[in-house]
């Protein structure tokens, strides 16, 4: 296959890139192992595939970037995940421009769309989640069961002022803890406990998370203790670094890196990077700060696109760059509808939005779309070719293998606060229409519970799925 046939056949990837990153690994087989004009060996995709799946970023931008290098070398590596992740980019950006010009009228239609959208969303991740269980049921009783009580804690931890504004108390949770709070105790577990179960071990990781959890909770219970919780996260972050050691030292890797090739990859995805950047720091006051969260959002984003919803709310709505109407009712609801990386997608839609508000300039939100676009793919395939590069080794490692374990039951529990996000933005429009809170409800649920049977039981096409929700949506409103 020539350079032009594999840009060719990358995009058409990306045109059809529904479902999610798993869902594509098929797909790019048949486009790239079994097609004859193309010398991708199954043995060198298999591990293409398994450290995309260990790496966090978005999945079939990261095997795109591997094939693009392996087929082509530095513009296979660069154009590759490009390529696939564009069109759905450019259908986005035709579609943020055009929300951004209608006015408040017709903005509510597409929230009352969106509620269509929401169901169809939702389906989607009961079904990621369905799966989750449904392959640790496989691997034993004992997986399945812990499955539930990950899943479950982190409901408990996350999920409490969405469920409070969903029933419509005037509280505040305990904890309600941000997802990346939330990551940051998994990440403490995995590197500081992972295999040890002595008392040393257990007692430390529960009384610095619960100091840690209560600190960052929404009821900011340890306020008046002064310089815990800073003590709390210096300790995390130490005892992290010395578990990573332990590791080390527990399984001795051997590891032998061309240092030179993977100087030049990395130098050339910084690259990428800062030069795609340069807009947003030229409109953006606080441009810098911006770019560092999509950079960050990405690197934290384990467990495919549908959970990089999770992480985008915590990096960008908790935060107050975006409002929780605008992510959840615009946004999500254009890139959930259209092909390709949710986290590529996600971050442009972000991106646009910021810079369109801060200007007014339709045209400098799509460059600062571009910068955040840009990010998402240096960040995930930076974060990929250097597991790639050291994947013989550190596959070995106690908290890796630990990550890998239990990285999709947490997110399982992350997902649950995005449902439930996705239905308080919904149950607003209460407000606007001649429906009730609680009507609306029941009519995401009943939708969601269709999509998700339509889906098991037959292959619908997504676009169908999608358009007739939103006409369902358009008719349960009563809009002609």
Sequence with gaps: MTFKGFCAEIFKVGFIGFGGGNALVPVMEDAFVRNEDFDEDQETYDKDVIVANLTPGALPVEISSAIGDHGFGIKGMLLGPVLFALPGVLMAAILFLILSSLNENTLNYISIAAVGVAGFIIS???DYIANVFSKNKKISDLRYGRTYLVVILICFFTCGNAIIKLIGLDATSIFSISTVNMLAVVFFIAFWLHGNRDTFHVITTIILSAIFLLGHGKADLLANVPGLVT??????????IIGLVQSVKGKPIRLEIDKKKMAGTFLLWLIFIVVLSIPAVIILDNAVPFLLRDLLS???????????LTIADGMFVETGYISEDLFYGQIITIVNVLPGSILCKTLFGV?????????????????????AFACSIGASCGAFFL???LYEGISKMNAIAFISRWIRPIVCGLLIKVMLSLVNASITLDQTTARSKWSILIFIIILAAVNYIVKKKFRVNPWFMVIADIILALVFFGIH
Excluded at 232 to 239: G, K, P, R, S, V
Excluded at 351 to 371: E, K, M, P, R
């Design 351 to 371: 991106g646009y939005f910021i810079g369109y508000n801060a200007t007014g300039v339709a045209a400098l939100g799509i460059l600062t779309g571009i910068s």
């Design 387 to 389: 597991i790639y590069y």
């Design 124 to 126: 989607l991740l009961c």
């Design 231 to 240: 003590a709390a996260e210096i300790l995390m972050i130490a005892l992290s």
């Design 298 to 308: 990405t690197v934290m984003s384990f467990g495919g696109g549908d959970a990089y």
